[in-house]
């Protein structure tokens, strides 16, 4: 899984929490990124950061919400106003600039999140 | 709108035996496609990228190939092996920067 680390591997919530998924990566890169997976579908962008203290929204970003204060960490914290939450929460990183490969995205082992 | 279409949705082929998996894409303009492999319940991981000059690629048992004029891309498993059942995912990337196009997958179950 490449220096990208999530936490935790499993995750339950009750309807009506926040709950924060974390990712750690020492691969030094810029750029990390929240997917989110669910069954039959491809991956869907969440939220973005280029670099420290900076972010951007994808393609799904409502009801979830990030931070990025450190080079090597992106958490995401999934708030009630996310109303279909259950899902396999992929991160990556990348670096930043030149040609491919060098800006290919690594992914984490992902987090499963269920909500009871 | 930017599309990544796979095919077969799934497939189940013997031990021992090749496939063949399809990528066709809408993607413009083009950077650079890649295949993922996706193990059940873990991160894809990347098999090989090509960019727009590249017509074929091989990471030992797996083989890319891409037409970037018809918009194609396969990629061919030789001599598969019980490892290889997984979900592989072809991604296209429309620029050089963050902006990726993910395919839904082919599953691919390889029985004994």
């Known amino acids: 899984d490449g220096g990208i680390t999530q936490s935790p591997k499993y995750l339950f919530r009750k309807e009506g929490q926040n709950v924060t998924l974390s990712c750690e990566q020492n691969?030094?890169?810029?750029?990390m990124y929240w997917y989110r997976q669910d069954p039959g579908q491809g991956l869907r962008l969440i939220y973005y950061?280029?670099?420290?203290?900076?972010?951007q929204k994808g393609d799904i970003a409502e009801g979830y919400s990030v931070s990025r204060e450190k080079k090597e960490s992106f958490p995401l914290t999934v708030t009630s106003a996310q109303k279909n939450p259950t899902a396999f929460y992929l991160c990556?990183?990348?670096?930043?600039?030149?040609?491919?490969?060098?800006?290919?995205?690594?992914f984490g082992p992902g987090t499963r999140l269920t909500v009871l | 709108k930017n599309q990544v279409e796979q095919s077969p949705q799934s497939l189940i082929i013997l031990e021992g035996k090749n496939c063949t998996l399809q990528c066709n894409y809408t993607v413009s303009p083009f950077s650079n496609l890649r295949w993922y492999k996706q193990d059940t319940g873990r991160g894809p991981v990347s098999l090989t990228i090509?960019?727009?000059?590249?017509n074929t690629k091989s990471n030992g048992r797996y083989t890319a190939t891409l037409d970037a004029d018809t918009k194609q891309s396969s990629l061919h498993i030789t001599a598969s092996q019980l490892s290889d059942s997984a979900s592989y995912i072809c991604v296209v990337n429309s620029n050089s920067g963050y902006a990726l196009n993910f395919g839904k997958g082919t599953s691919l179950l390889v029985t004994p």
């Open positions: 691969l030094n890169h810029d750029a």
């Open positions: 950061s280029q670099i420290v203290n900076d972010f």
């Open positions: 990556a990183s990348s670096a930043t600039g030149g040609l491919p490969p060098y800006n290919e995205q690594f």
């Open positions: 090509m960019t727009f000059s590249e």
